[in-house]
């Protein structure tokens, strides 16, 4: 089997996280381990399937690790495996950048992100902070 060649490197970047919902599943386990239905309640317009073959994705690209507990009924958890930490630096430029784009073209930021728990970090970390000055 002939290895795969890439123009430039970021190819072989975005074939492991490229798409719509990876970058978002990522972030979402940068938080710490999942189940299935956690992540589908914080990313409400996934559809099962896509969440399903996405998880399968990055578990097979070994981004992430699927746990499984044997006990009944069987329950399933996704954490960022040691690889998949490696792009943590990567996923926060990302999502650094997405809120200048945001802010850039909307204004404020909060009026065109969904309530989530990524987001609502987000709201206190831009809180100004008040300093007693006696």
């Known amino acids: 089997m002939q290895a795969k060649k890439y123009n430039i490197a970021v190819e072989a970047t975005l ?5 719509k919902w ?4 990522l972030c979402h386990l940068t938080h710490g381990r999942k189940r299935t239905s956690e992540l589908k ?4 317009h996934i559809t099962q399937k896509m969440l399903t073959q996405q998880l399968r994705e990055l578990e097979d690209d070994g981004v992430i690790n699927r746990i499984i507990h ?3 009924p069987p329950k399933v958890e996704y954490e960022l495996s040691e690889y998949g930490m490696s792009l943590s630096g990567i996923l926060d430029n990302l999502c650094a950048w997405g809120e200048k784009h945001i802010t850039k073209v909307y204004g404020d930021k909060f ?3 969904e309530d989530s728990i990524l987001n609502d970090k987000l709201k206190v970390s831009d809180e100004p902070t008040t300093t007693d000055a006696r």
């Open 70 to 72: 044997n006990q009944v």
């Open 15 to 19: 074939e492991v996280i490229g798409g």
């Open 111 to 113: 009026s065109v992100l």
């Open 22 to 25: 990876k970058c978002v599943i």
């Open 41 to 44: 309640r914080l990313m409400p």
